[in-house]
């Protein structure tokens, strides 16, 4: 029997939550064939991980749908990336303000799925996804901890890595299929994954005689507002006791996301063109012009102004140019020599267009559109499930939390991959004349002095 299991993929802007109800067949033949759904709070799948402090007793913290909506008033705190805080390994008042922030958040989170009698937390396995950073374990215990305190008290809190149930989501597309026969049982992998699918491809090779036995090497490039995350995972198929066969995953983060590098100064840009102080509007309001300009289209504001013409998207076309190439000079960083059978682009990155286009001019050649549907399910005002092809999102967007629903993250779960920690230039800045130590000794991805890597140049060069 596979228990009900709800995944948290808990991002730096948006938290995903998937789910799939429980598999249990009890006689032959049967078969179980479900595609994975999100929960969906307030009309919205992706839920904004945005926090709002107020001075209000009665209501100290506003999250979600409502603080998005929400004009901040001068006395309010607004916290966007504090998740960055909350895996600082450093005891910093940041990491400590972060630590505040998931508790409320965590139990604002928990009792608004609460309100679904779909879910059933008691009964759930709750696996929350975490980036495959070396100390993975330590990084766990501390989100365990925050759940904890938080009142989550499901069947099994479980910890799974980000860029296997992202790769998991963009491969299966969701679909869990489960069969028993009267000799045997257990997933259908041929049918979960799609006959073309390069997973099943890569087990025909390897059967079929005169064939070399190579593992199947896959990247998926998570474009988020804050990071950029490369993620290397490498699948031997055929080896028993792994699961899917994931026998390694390799990942480097970089402090190099949309934020900064795209909305920041186009925000500056538009501001100059239309005399509009865009921090004054809403996060929501924000993100709703950002999406018709990323999609090529007008949009019209109050006193006739309209974003979005020739000029502004000459504006948009050079950032994303620009963090194209910044995001490919990285990323070749983190890849590793010979062929990789596919390159996914995912995370908020992968719905900006003319970014995915630049990037694949670069030569990254990912496969950034998945098969969309065109049925989209109304989702309610409270909390409920959806399945996820029929929520309006893209798969690049939400694979990571309906990965780590899936059957397969089941049975892999307890088979952890191997997590190699690719250093980067860290060897080499050792060995330099003068080179020096950054304070975060390279623990931190998200360090704005050295970048994650550990050293500096010294001053005198």
Not at 1 to 12: C, E, K, Q, R, Y
Not at 177 to 197: L, M, P, R, S
Not at 231 to 239: E, G, H, R, V, Y
Not at 328 to 334: C, H, L, V
Request: proline share 6%; charged share 20%.
């Amino acid at each position: 029997m596979n228990p009900p299991t709800l995944s948290i993929d808990f991002g730096a802007s948006y938290t995903k939550v998937g789910f799939r109800s429980r598999c249990a067949l009890h006689t032959a033949p049967s078969r179980f064939d479900e595609t994975a759904s999100l929960v969906g709070l307030d009309e919205a799948a992706l839920i904004p991980t945005l926090a709002v402090q107020t001075t209000n007793d009665k209501r100290p913290w506003i999250f979600g749908s409502a603080a998005a909506e929400l004009t901040p008033g001068p006395q309010m705190k607004v916290f966007q990336n504090w998740k960055a805080g909350l895996f600082n390994r450093d005891n910093s008042p940041d990491a400590a303000q972060a630590s505040i922030i998931a508790h409320h958040y965590f139990t604002w989170l928990r009792q608004r799925i609460d309100t679904t009698d779909q879910v059933g937390l008691a009964d759930c396995i709750v696996r929350v996804m975490v980036p495959a950073f070396y100390d993975f374990t330590e990084l766990t215990g501390v989100l365990r901890r925050c759940f904890e305190l938080a009142g989550w008290s499901p069947r099994e809190l479980q910890f799974g890595t980000e860029p296997h149930a992202n790769a998991l989501g963009l491969l299966t597309q969701g679909r869990n299929v489960y069969t028993k026969g009267k000799q045997a049982e257990g997933i259908d992998f041929q049918t979960t994954y799609g006959a073309n699918n390069p997973y099943i491809q890569s087990i025909r090779r390897q059967l079929l005689p005169g064939m070399d036995r190579q593992a199947l090497r896959l990247a998926v490039v998570d474009i988020g507002a804050f990071t950029t995350d490369v993620a290397i995972l490498t699948f031997d198929p055929l080896q028993p006791g792994l699961g899917d066969g994931l026998t390694e995953i390799a990942q480097l983060s970089f402090p190099l996301g949309t934020h900064e590098s795209l909305d920041r100064p186009l925000w500056h840009g538009l501001s100059a063109r239309h005399d509009v102080d865009f921090y004054k509007l809403s996060f929501r309001q924000r993100e709703r012009i950002k999406f018709a300009l990323f999609q090529g289209e007008i949009f019209a504001m109050a006193a006739g102004i309209n974003l979005g013409d020739a000029a502004d998207q000459a504006l948009l076309n050079s950032l994303t140019q620009a963090l194209a190439k910044n995001i490919w000079r990285d990323a070749t960083k983190a890849m590793p020599p010979g062929d990789l059978a596919t390159v996914f682009l995912s995370g908020g990155g992968a719905r900006i267009p003319a970014l995915v286009t630049a990037l694949n001019q670069q030569g990254m050649k990912a496969r950034a559109q998945p098969p969309t549907f065109a049925a989209t399910t109304a989702i309610a005002k409270g909390a409920v499930l959806v399945r996820w092809n029929e929520s309006g999102e893209p798969l690049e967007r939400v694979a990571t939390a309906v990965g780590g629903c899936s059957l397969i993250a089941d049975q892999a779960v307890n088979d952890k991959p191997h997590i190699g920690a690719r250093p980067l230039l860290m060897a080499q800045r050792v060995t330099e004349k003068g080179a020096i130590q950054c304070s975060c000794g390279g623990l931190n991805p998200d360090c704005g002095r050295c970048d994650g890597q550990g050293y500096l140049p010294s001053k005198k060069t």
